[in-house]
Nanobody, 125 residues
């Protein structure tokens, strides 16, 4: 599976961005697609995931109610809509694909096999 992440940028606090993760090489239906982020000097952390075949989604507490993960079946793309962005959301965002389920406690980098290249999100106050 090859992943292409895009959609990052610079916005002011309260603004919105939509990240895209387009996959090639396999259909994403039976995989879990996760979004992760890594801020300078910090470990990579799981933000959200979706697994269409199990009908599950998950959001990390700090983004719950602000971020929405969705999938476009037609173009094999997963989106992360980010609203009401905060300066603490500033990070490089990565999408990844794994065979694990999508639940709290399972959005961990070692569980994901394929990674996109990352897209920078910068939120200014």
């Amino acid at each position: 599976v090859q992943l292409q992440a895009s959609g990052g940028g610079s916005v002011q606090a309260g603004g919105s961005l939509r990240l895209s993760c387009t996959a090639s090489g396999d259909n994403l239906y039976y995989y879990t697609i996760g979004w992760f982020r890594q801020a300078p000097g910090k470990e990579r952390e799981g933000v959200s995931c979706i697994k269409i075949s199990e009908g599950t989604t998950y959001y990390e507490d700090s983004v719950w109610g602000r971020f929405t993960i969705s999938r476009d079946n037609a173009d094999n793309t997963v989106y992360l809509r980010m609203n009401n962005l905060k300066p603490e959301d500033t990070a490089v965002y990565y999408c990844a694909v794994g065979s694990n389920s999508c639940y709290r406690g399972l959005v961990l980098p070692p569980l994901y096999n394929w990674w996109g290249q990352g897209t920078q999100v910068t939120v200014s106050s």
